[in-house]
């Protein structure tokens, strides 16, 4: 069965860093891409970052270029997604999701159940 | 860079059945979308893709209540024999080799 844990929100102050993570289980964590996903308080879902299955193509949307750096260690199963310069429209739940393929170019198919980032002073 | 549009809520009778639109921006018509389903409080729980086609591939569990088709850039989800538990946002999603998108979401109200 297909489990997707994230770790490591919580409260930071605007200006200030944090890293999520995304421990896999389940599957051959290295065949596949995966993706973070966010959702602010009452809004709707924004893709926010993607890598391939090696770890050598990364995609970022354009809110968080530059700012945020998503990585995955495939000998320990998990993701990560380094965020810094964090700003309070970034305060959301961060939704790791695994792709059905190594590319990002492929449907999802799976969930995690979410870690919340509060930026706010 | 693909949009997806959807409408903003939507609302049906227990037991009735609703359909959903996503409808993909000009020039990417023959894209294939996924939907996913969110009930309050929850993660999403990702239901399906759908090529343009109209050809579906549902998730892991998902009933044979809900069920896909295609029209041109529209893609649909169709769900039948509403239940309580249907009660959700639901959101489409697009990719391509950079990139992922997904629609503003609508939101089931179950009568």
New interface residues.
């Given amino acids: 069965e297909v489990h997707l844990l994230e770790s490591g929100g919580g409260l930071v102050q605007p200006g200030g860093s944090l890293r999520l993570s995304c421990a896999a289980s389940g599957f051959t964590f290295s065949s596949y891409a995966m ?1 973070w ?1 966010r959702q602010a308080p009452g809004k ?4 926010v970052s ?1 890598i391939s299955g090696t770890g050598d193509s990364t ?1 970022y ?1 354009d809110s968080v270029k530059g700012r945020f750096t998503i990585s995955r260690d495939n000998s320990k199963n998990t993701m990560y997604l380094q965020m810094k310069s964090l700003r309070a429209e970034d305060t959301a739940v961060y ?1 790791c999701a695994k792709v ?1 393929d190594g ?12 870690t919340l980032v509060t930026v706010s002073s | 860079q693909p949009v997806l549009t959807q409408s903003s809520s939507a609302s049906a009778s227990l037991g009735s059945s609703v359909k959903f639109t996503c409808t993909l921006s000009s020039g990417h018509s023959s894209y ?1 979308i ?1 939907w ?1 389903q ?1 009930q309050p409080g929850k ?4 239901l399906m ?1 759908l090529q343009h086609s109209g050809s579906y ?1 549902k ?1 892991s569990g998902v009933p044979d209540r809900f069920s896909g088709s295609s029209s041109g850039a529209d893609r649909y989800l169709t769900i039948s024999n509403l239940q309580s538990e249907d009660e959700a ?1 639901y ?1 489409c ?1 697009t ?11 609508t939101k089931l109200t179950v009568l």
């Fill in positions: 993706s996903v709707g879902l924004e893709w993607a995609y949307a939704y059905s590319s990002n170019n492929a449907s999802p198919d799976y969930w995690g159940q979410g | 294939i996924a996913h969110q993660a999403p729980r990702y893709n591939n998730g946002d959101y999603e990719w391509d080799s950079k990139s992922r998108v997904f629609g503003g979401g």
